[in-house]
C-alpha cells in the first residue's frame, strides 16, 4: 500500500490510454467510471455491492453533504469513507456546478457564491477556501477545484469571463489545499466550445501545477457531436503523465467515444438513475422494462451479462416489479447497470494493453441496435 498519490500509464493504443491510480485507499484501473453517491450513498446500492460490480472508486458531492449531514458532522463521525462504509478512494466534486443547478437565489462574485439551500431554504456560501476545507474534512482522496461551470449556449465572451474566473479560483484552490500527502487535487479546464479558449485554460492550470485534470464545462446539453469535437482537442492540451477525467460522461457511446478520444475517468448518475427509471443499457441496446412486451418474458435482461439480476431474475419479474413500483426493482436495475458500464471500462482496458482497441470498438458498436430492444 502507497503513502502516496501517484498515476502509472501502462499502455496506449492510439489515443486511448490505461493506466493505474496508486493511492493510500487503493488502486483505480484506467479508463475508470466512478458511480455517483451524491448524499453519502450509491442510490439503491450497499458499498459492497458498488464493489461487486467493479468499482475502485466513486463520487461524492460537497454541495449535498455541506447542506446535508454537514461536512463537520461526518468529520467528528470519522469522515465520509467511514460513515458511507466504502474504504477505497473517493472523489468529491467541489460544489460549483451541482449550486448552479440545484439551489435557489444564487449570487456569484469574485470571492465565490452564496445560495439558498434547496433542501429548507437556508443560506450558505461557497467559496475556494471553504470547498477545500469541506473536502478535507469529508477526508476525500480526489479533490476538485471550485470551478463554475457555465450553461451551454452561453455567448463567447461569457465562456471567457467564466473561464478566467474558475482560473482565478483554481489558484485559490490550489493555495487552500495546502499540503496534503497522499491526496490529490484536480484542476478543471473550462473555455466551453471554444478551442482557444480551452487552450488557454490547460496552459493557466499546468502553470499552477495538479495531480490530475479534468475537462469541465461539457455534457450541459452541446450534445454528443459537439463533445466530441471539443474532445478531438482538448485532452490534447493537458500533461500525459496525469490521470485526465470528463466530468459528468455519460451514455455508453458517450463513455467509449471520450476514452479514444485520451479520457482517463469519468463520472455519471445515467446507470443509476436510470435503473431507477426502468431504463436498462444492455451490450444489445436498451430495455425499457416497463414496456408491456416483457411482461410474460421468461429470458433474462442479457443472456451474456453474469450481474444478479441477469442471473437470476426473468424480464418478466423485472417487469412486475417495476410496475408494483417495488424497492428491489430499482436495487437489481442499478446493480444491472453499473455492472454493464464497468463490464465496458475492462473491457476497453483489456484491449487498450493488447493494441486491440478498435476491433472492440467496432464490436461494440456493431453489436448495439439503434433504439429500444
Ligand atoms: C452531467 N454533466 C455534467 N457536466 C459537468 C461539468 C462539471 C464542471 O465543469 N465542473 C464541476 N465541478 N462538475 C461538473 C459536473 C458534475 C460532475 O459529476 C458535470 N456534470
Ligand atoms: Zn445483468
Same mark, same amino acid.
Given at each position: ?17 490505461? @493506466? ?7 488502486? !483505480? ?17 450497499? &458499498?459492497?455491492? !458498488? ?33 458511507? $462504509?466504502?474504504?477505497? &478512494? ?66 463567447? /465572451? ?33 473555455? @466551453? ?38 474532445? /478531438?482537442?482538448? &485532452?490534447?492540451?493537458?500533461?500525459? /503523465? ?11 457511446? /458517450? ?15 445515467? &446507470? ?14 436498451? !430495455? $425499457? ?31 412486475? !416489479? ?7 426493482? @430499482? ?5 444491472? $447497470? ?36
Amino acid at each position: 500500500m502507497t503513502e502516496r498519490f501517484s498515476f502509472d500509464l501502462k499502455a496506449t493504443d492510439g489515443k486511448a490510454r490505461t @493506466g493505474v491510480i496508486s493511492t493510500p485507499r487503493g488502486e !483505480v484501473r484506467t479508463p475508470a467510471f466512478m458511480p455517483v453517491g451524491t448524499a453519502a450513498t450509491v442510490k439503491a446500492m450497499m &458499498p459492497e455491492s !458498488v464493489r461487486a460490480t467493479g468499482a475502485d472508486i466513486l463520487l461524492g458531492n460537497t454541495y449535498h453533504l455541506m447542506l446535508r449531514p454537514t461536512a463537520e458532522r461526518i468529520d467528528r463521525l470519522g469522515g465520509l469513507h467511514k460513515f458511507m $462504509n466504502w474504504d477505497r &478512494p473517493i472523489l468529491t466534486d467541489s460544489g460549483g456546478f451541482q449550486v448552479m443547478s440545484l439551489a435557489g437565489l444564487r449570487k456569484l462574485t469574485e470571492k465565490g457564491v452564496t445560495f439558498k439551500s434547496h433542501v429548507d431554504g437556508s443560506k450558505h456560501e461557497l467559496t475556494p477556501e471553504r470547498s477545500m476545507e469541506i473536502q478535507r474534512l469529508l477526508g476525500s482522496d480526489i479533490v476538485m477545484c471550485f470551478d463554475e461551470c457555465p450553461a451551454l449556449p452561453a455567448d463567447r /465572451d461569457r465562456i471567457a469571463e467564466s473561464m478566467r474566473l474558475s482560473m482565478r479560483w483554481a489558484e485559490r484552490s490550489r493555495e487552500a489545499f495546502g499540503d496534503r500527502p497522499g491526496h490529490a487535487l484536480f484542476g478543471i479546464m473550462q473555455g @466551453g466550445l471554444e478551442q482557444d479558449l480551452r487552450e488557454e485554460s490547460a496552459e493557466a492550470l499546468k502553470a499552477i501545477g495538479f495531480e490530475g485534470y479534468a475537462v469541465g464545462g461539457l455534457a450541459v446539453g452541446e450534445g454528443q457531436e459537439a463533445m466530441f469535437d471539443c474532445l /478531438d482537442y482538448a &485532452p490534447d492540451f493537458l500533461p500525459t /503523465d496525469t490521470p485526465r477525467y470528463l466530468m459528468g460522461v455519460g451514455k455508453p457511446d /458517450d463513455i467509449v467515444g471520450a476514452v479514444a478520444r485520451g479520457i482517463d475517468m469519468m463520472d455519471c448518475v445515467l &446507470p443509476s438513475r436510470s435503473g431507477r427509471t426502468g431504463q436498462v443499457f444492455t451490450r444489445y441496446g436498451v !430495455v $425499457n422494462i416497463k414496456n408491456a412486451r416483457h411482461a410474460d418474458d421468461p429470458r433474462p435482461l442479457d443472456e451474456a451479462c453474469s450481474c444478479p439480476a441477469c442471473l437470476n431474475y426473468s424480464r418478466a419479474y423485472l417487469h412486475h !416489479v417495476f410496475r408494483s413500483n417495488e424497492m428491489i426493482s @430499482g436495487m437489481l436495475l442499478t446493480w444491472h $447497470n453499473l455492472h454493464y458500464f464497468q463490464e465496458i471500462m475492462q473491457g476497453m482496458r483489456d484491449a487498450i494493453a493488447a493494441g486491440t482497441f478498435a476491433a472492440w470498438q467496432a464490436e461494440f458498436h456493431a453489436q448495439r441496435a439503434q433504439g429500444d430492444i
